[in-house]
């Protein structure tokens, strides 16, 4: 059991005549080890003092394992004891999760090469997927491809902007720089031409339901019985259906297949989907908090103080791979991750270039490859760490935050916590490095110290792992 929920449980079990619906606890920097604010909210509750209310609740959680004291108007910290974190063992394996969840990412229309936007969304969704299975969950990554509509018919003898290319080939080619340069595994590659058969079924299925109705020789959807702001158009006047009838039918598709979360990665222009997909969704029959939507806020290129025009003309930096190719893999992949999705990401080419440890990348890395060094060097085994001091329980207290960060992430989808908690982890052991010598005289505190570096080793290999970066043994 991870440290926080132990803390949780002791919590619970304090505020249990409250009847608390959720206990919130944070891990703290400045005031112990972990805090909680349940006192104030029971204070408020309850209209009493936070004070006596936190003094009443630290009587009954005292505890071996950690001190507990109340500060300011009311907060109540943990300091965890040394001899309670030398026993923790950090999972690096939560407990299995129950049910399938699909994240649906890039999927990028086949009018050019992938742009940075569907690089942010491409690497957002690999390393969300690869925390959600860390979590326990059974994933699918899953690339929609468009292959039939307006833009690829557009596509299949023509050109677009200058570029004598048809649909199929665009598609290979940037399948070939997702698979092969992005280092992306989909599961499935869903054809949208595979759905002509469901979509008819899906508006009969609306339709039975007293769902649709005629208007102006078109056919419409009734999504503002489910909340969205106005009603959609499911087949033109034309007989064509829209993008909306396709969506549809691929999210009954996507319920047939028995997933219980559907995650869809968007790109910043695409946020007036959300209404009529979650009406959708609850049309189906389903729950509309099954389907949670991710938007990828743009991407800034910035060199020498100044925002790069990423023209095509101008050939600076347009696609995904002309960055990659540039700064190598690792160093892009950590940069559009290190933001959360909701914020434009200005992505620092100077700093990318970087081969110093201003470059965070580098500092992550070096961190790994100077751990490596030292185990490599070491002519004492790790044993335990029970000769550990106060300087080396620091780095511990950083280390045991791992599967805190696995299961935050997996509840919120924030996933510039993982390269944020990469670069803390790097930090702790750096400072390690310089005020506890590892290899000394002291062959038993040398074995203690060995074993710290070789959990903190472990450790930041599985961080890197997530977010598909490379883990150097040297540097």
């Not at 304090?14 to 112990?32: I, N, Q, R, W």
């Amino acid at each position: 059991m991870m440290v926080r929920e132990e803390i949780k449980k002791a919590i619970e079990k304090a505020v249990k005549e409250y009847k608390f619906p959720e206990v919130l606890v944070e891990c703290s920097k400045d005031h112990g080890d972990y805090s909680t604010n349940v006192a104030m909210i029971i204070a408020r509750k309850e209209g009493k003092n936070p004070q006596e209310v936190a003094k009443l609740l630290i009587k009954k959680m005292e505890d071996k394992r950690w001190k507990v004291e109340i500060a300011g108007p009311g907060f109540i910290n943990f300091f965890l004891s040394d001899e309670y974190l030398k026993k923790v063992k950090v999972d690096t394996k939560l407990k299995v999760r129950k049910g399938k969840i699909n994240v649906e990412f890039i999927s990028a229309n086949p009018t050019g090469p992938l742009t940075l936007g569907n690089g942010r969304g491409g690497f957002g969704g690999d390393v969300l997927s690869n925390v959600l299975e860390k979590a326990g969950y059974n994933v699918t990554r899953e690339f929609y491809i468009n292959d039939r509509g307006k833009q690829v018919q557009g596509l299949k003898e023509g050109v677009y902007k200058g570029e004598a290319r048809t649909a199929t080939q665009i598609q290979k080619e940037n399948k070939k720089v997702i698979t092969k340069e992005m280092k992306i595994k989909f599961d499935i590659w869903f054809s949208e031409k595979s759905l002509i058969k469901e979509i008819a079924k899906s508006l009969a299925f609306l339709k039975k339901k007293s769902l649709t109705y005629e208007k102006d020789n078109a056919l419409w959807f009734k999504s503002t019985s489910f909340g969205d702001d106005k009603d959609r158009v499911l087949v033109k006047e034309n007989g064509e259906t829209t993008y909306l009838a396709s969506d549809i039918a691929y999210l009954k598709n996507k319920f047939n297949r028995g997933f219980k979360k559907l995650i869809i990665f968007l790109g910043a222009d695409h946020h007036g989907y959300i209404g009529r997909m979650k009406a959708a969704v609850e049309a189906l029959g389903h729950d509309k908090e099954q389907l949670d939507f991710i938007i990828m806020q743009l991407v800034t290129l910035m060199e020498s103080g100044e925002a790069k025009r990423m023209s095509k003309r101008a050939g600076v930096y347009k696609t995904i791979k002309e960055l990659i190719d540039n700064l190598g893999l690792d160093v892009v992949r950590f940069f559009f991750i290190q933001r959360g999705a909701n914020s434009h990401l200005i992505f620092d080419l100077d700093l990318a270039k970087e081969k110093s440890e201003k470059n965070p990348v580098y500092y992550v890395q070096y961190a790994y490859a100077r751990m490596s060094s030292i185990l490599r060097k070491a002519k004492v085994k790790p044993s335990n760490l029970n000769l550990l001091g106060e300087e080396d329980m620091k780095l511990l207290k950083q280390v045991i935050r791992f599967p805190e960060i696995i299961e935050d992430t997996a509840k919120d989808y924030q996933i510039q916590r993982v390269p944020q908690y990469a670069i803390e982890l790097a930090e702790s052991f750096h400072r390690f490095y310089q005020c506890c010598p590892v290899i000394s005289d002291d062959k038993k505190l040398t074995a203690s110290r060995l074993a710290l570096v070789k959990i903190t080793r472990g450790i930041l290999k599985e961080v890197l792992d997530l977010m598909g970066i490379s883990a150097p043994e040297k540097m």
